[in-house]
């Protein structure tokens, strides 16, 4: 945090926001097989982990850094940065995570190709699970219960392509430091051998 004359300031990093969400996630995930209670905010922190591993796929090869911004968002970004304007800049809104996997499948957006990256039942599993995080983040917990089975699988499905994401090189890999590039790497392999740890259990 900084600290200003009026304010005090937080300062986001989105590589030091990926690397929380994995963290969080590996808490939760790996304390599944004895706390059920944690299935919901290992939904909620995979996701999030996928989003900044989008983020950080899309950003990493986009010089005016608008790839992950919704369309209508993107548009009045850029025509603000074409402008050179003095106005204020436009609010930027950020897409949904299957967008941005979206985005980065169809080509276009990234040095690789990852067109066939993932199988159909990926990003099938992908679904389900953002939207079990719809349903924990948008609506009231009362009453809820939800089906462990095929778990493990949504989970798979989701770290892979993470992981995918994650060492695949990018155009400005300036912006990742390595030291925090291999924390990312090993954190996300840690998460993959607790969900096998899973498969006899849920």
């Known amino acids: 945090m900084d600290r200003s004359e009026d304010y005090v300031l937080f300062r986001t990093d989105t590589h030091q926001q990926l690397l929380d969400n994995i963290e969080f996630s590996l808490v939760q995930i790996s304390s599944l097989r004895e706390r059920h209670s944690a299935f919901s905010w290992s939904v909620i922190g995979s996701v999030l982990s996928l989003q ?96 462990l089975d095929g778990y493990p699988d949504m989970l798979t499905s989701c770290w892979s392509v993470i992981s995918k994401l994650i060492r695949t090189p990018v155009a400005y890999s300036h912006r990742l430091p390595e030291s925090v590039a291999t924390i990312l790497t090993g954190k996300t392999d840690e998460i993959l051998v607790e969900i096998r740890k899973l498969e006899d259990v849920l």
Request: hydrophobic share 35%; with cysteine; net charge negative.
């Open 52 to 147: 900044g591993a989008c983020i950080h796929q899309l950003d990493g090869n986009d010089t005016t850094q608008t790839a992950v911004l919704r369309k209508d968002s993107q548009k009045k970004v850029i025509a603000h940065l074409n402008d050179r304007s003095s106005g204020p800049f436009p609010r930027e809104r950020l897409a949904e995570p299957l967008e941005l996997l979206r985005r980065i499948a169809a080509g276009g957006n990234t040095q690789a190709d990852f067109s066939s990256s993932w199988s159909e039942t990926d990003k099938e599993n992908i679904e389900r699970l953002v939207m079990l995080r719809n349903e924990f983040v948008h609506f009231l917990p009362q009453g809820w219960s939800v089906a």
